[in-house]
């Protein structure tokens, strides 16, 4: 993963904003369990195999959630909305949001990748390329390639796939590798690991602090 | 380096997170053109200006822009700004320059391809890289800043030494515009993108 902490603070500058009027500490709270509690599957992994990265950080949690928040926030007697009201339906929708963006999207790009349709299909994937434009190829990218076997000319397509749970391993600290090895285990929390993700873990709390310093709306100063 | 469209892409979650009621197409607009701005520089060097990540890239830029529009705002009996565009005015000024400093020179910052920060009174590029682990075995282990004879961050040299490379001035004569560099570019890029909708239906619903 990148670390937990640079989710969070990437959770926070998206929840600052689309949190709106509705932005309080407990509704940051919410979030931020939200975006550490598909790290839980570091758990499963200690009885199931390959479990971190699968059971909740694939795409099937925010396709899932999307669905039942929107069914139950536009049934007649919608518990969500009967007992939090406006507040709760935002806090909810802004949930899935920074979930999806804030950890699946990042954690894709990252390492192994996570195991983007489990259970549907039992594939890791991993987001890794580039894209640019060039005087002499014109626009590149390298996310997924396309190519044909000269000698089948069978088509294959590269989207970075790994392993699946039974081969792919990504260390967490509950469980720092799959088959440990003999000597002091060194379990590892890492907070940020290259400038981005010091970068961002900054620019989070900077948001944070931004918002906590503004002064009130227009309305109220003219 | 890190690519303008990234640069412009946090450029627009700092302003959806901090524009609030002065949130507008227009204003999104603003802050996104701000987070860009100091990239030009790579251009300005084509015409024997400055030095890219330099010239648009210090410190001073958004340092000289806050206080102008502090003083404007709080130590002027008529402000310009808030007499022309009112509350939202400000507001925009404010994230606008937030963002120039945050997304425009910080992305760079702390990436590889560093940032000459304090030029043009000091021509060494900078570059805040490493890494902060907790380990059960190493203990604590922070690479980012250097702490031994006063605090050191990482340089790859100065203007006369380091090359940036730019669609200005290709390294092998290849020009290359560079849109997304890894993996996780391309996730804030589209964070972005989905953010937008999202934040204007928030708007809409905050009325």
Not at chain 2, 14 to 20: H, N, P, Q, S
């Amino acid at each position: 993963m990148p670390t937990s902490v640079v989710h969070a603070a990437v959770a926070f500058l998206l929840a600052v904003g689309l949190l709106g009027r509705f932005y309080d500490r407990r509704a940051l709270a919410v979030v931020l369990a939200v975006v550490l509690f598909p790290e839980l599957d570091a758990a499963v992994g200690l009885v199931m195999d390959g479990a971190h990265r699968t059971v909740f950080h694939t795409l099937s949690t925010s396709v899932v959630a999307a669905g039942v928040v929107y069914w139950e926030t536009n049934r007649k007697e919608s518990w969500l909305r009967g007992r939090w009201g406006a507040y709760g339906v935002r806090l909810a929708w802004v949930a899935v949001f920074v979930h999806t963006f804030a950890h699946l999207g990042l954690d894709w790009a990252h390492l192994s990748g996570i195991n983007i349709v489990w259970p549907l299909v039992d594939q890791f994937v991993t987001l890794e390329g580039e894209l640019y434009l060039s005087s002499t190829e014109g626009v590149v990218q390298t996310f997924v390639d396309i190519a044909i076997d000269p000698e089948t000319g069978q088509q294959t397509v590269d989207a970075g796939q790994g392993g699946t749970t039974a081969n792919t391993h990504v260390s967490t600290p509950v469980q720092p590798s799959k088959d440990p090895q003999p000597g002091p285990v060194d379990r590892r929390f890492p907070i940020a690991v290259g400038g981005w993700q010091l970068y961002f873990l900054l620019t989070g709390a900077f948001a944070l602090l931004g918002r906590k310093l503004q002064s009130t709306p227009a309305v109220e100063e003219n | 380096m890190p690519p303008t469209l990234l640069t412009v892409a946090v450029g627009v979650l700092v302003g959806i997170a901090l524009l609030g009621a002065a949130f507008d197409r227009r204003s999104l607009a603003v802050v996104g053109i701000a987070a860009a701005v100091p990239d030009v520089d790579a251009a300005l060097t084509a015409l024997g200006v400055g030095a890219a990540n330099a010239t648009l890239h210090a410190v001073w830029i958004p340092l000289a822009a806050a206080g102008l529009l502090y003083y404007d705002t709080d130590h002027r009996d008529r402000s310009w700004l808030r007499h022309r565009y009112g509350w939202y005015g400000v507001r925009v000024a404010w994230v606008a320059i937030a963002t120039y400093a945050v997304a425009g020179i910080g992305v760079d910052l702390f990436s590889t391809e560093s940032v000459a920060l304090f030029y043009p009174l000091s021509d060494r590029y900078y570059a805040i890289i490493g890494k902060f682990v907790l380990s059960t075995q190493e203990g604590v282990v922070q690479t980012y800043i250097e702490i031994g004879n006063g605090w050191e961050v990482a340089s790859p040299g100065t203007i006369e030494s380091y090359h940036v490379d730019s669609w200005w001035h290709p390294e092998n004569g290849e020009r290359r515009l560079q849109l997304v560099e890894s993996g996780w570019q391309a996730i804030i890029v589209v964070t972005a993108i989905a953010a937008i909708p999202a934040k204007l239906l928030v708007q809409r619903g905050d009325r």
